[in-house]
């Protein structure tokens, strides 16, 4: 028997508790609404979602996929919060390409980009997980996360009152062998794209 296709059944007999809604209000700080991630919500009934989130007890949705143009972000605030302004908070974010053609005034570009986002209606700043994977500056060298030159970025979030949300990187195991030592190994036969090394 291969490893993927062990199934174990548990043996523990205990009792259970039917839950259908949470105690207390629920605020989902992490979540996508745009296409790859939140399911086409940017192209559904905005109606049918607030039934979801009602039946689900959730009173404060935070979408993260509002992009890092204006045009992205306008899009998902006219979606979401134009008509539930309570229920939906869009956050921005950050385009690390333009590094490479903007060089060392990239980080000021960045800072007034977060200005610009917060006058339309931005909540917060998404950090994505290719910035420290993907992120190289003009000289092609990987920007660490501790990068000094960044400081801009996060004092004009502070300014603004913009929450920063990071996701930097993977687990260490995306990064090692798929083989029998890899403690990941079930979840990355799963999803290989999540692999960082040759198989």
């Known amino acids: 028997m ?4 062990y199934r174990p059944q548990p043996c523990l007999v205990t009792s259970s508790t039917s839950i259908a809604k949470p105690r207390f209000p629920v605020v989902d700080a992490h979540n996508h609404l745009g296409e790859e991630f939140g399911g086409g919500w940017i192209h559904r009934p905005v109606d049918e979602l607030i039934g979801l ?4 007890g959730v009173k ?10 204006e045009e992205v972000l306008t899009t998902h605030l006219d979606k979401f919060t134009s008509k539930f302004p309570e229920r939906f908070k869009v956050f921005g974010g950050v385009n690390w390409d333009m590094w490479k053609s903007l060089g060392d005034a990239f980080p000021d570009w960045a800072a007034e980009r977060l200005a610009a986002q917060k006058k339309i209606g931005a909540e917060g700043v998404k950090i994505w997980k290719n910035f420290g ?3 190289f500056d003009q ?10 030159r960044l400081d801009p970025i996060w004092l004009a979030a502070g300014e603004y009152h913009l929450p920063v949300m990071i996701h930097v990187a993977d687990p260490v195991a995306f990064f090692k062998s798929v083989d029998e030592t890899n403690e990941r190994y079930e ?7 999540w692999q960082f090394t040759s198989p």
């Open 2 to 5: 291969l490893l993927e296709e």
């Open 53 to 56: 989130l009602d039946q689900a």
């Open 60 to 69: 404060l949705y935070v979408d993260l996929d509002g992009g890092w143009g």
């Open 133 to 135: 994977l993907k992120v």
């Open 139 to 148: 000289r092609g060298v990987r920007v660490s996360v501790d990068d000094i």
């Open 187 to 193: 979840e990355l036969q799963a999803n290989p794209d």
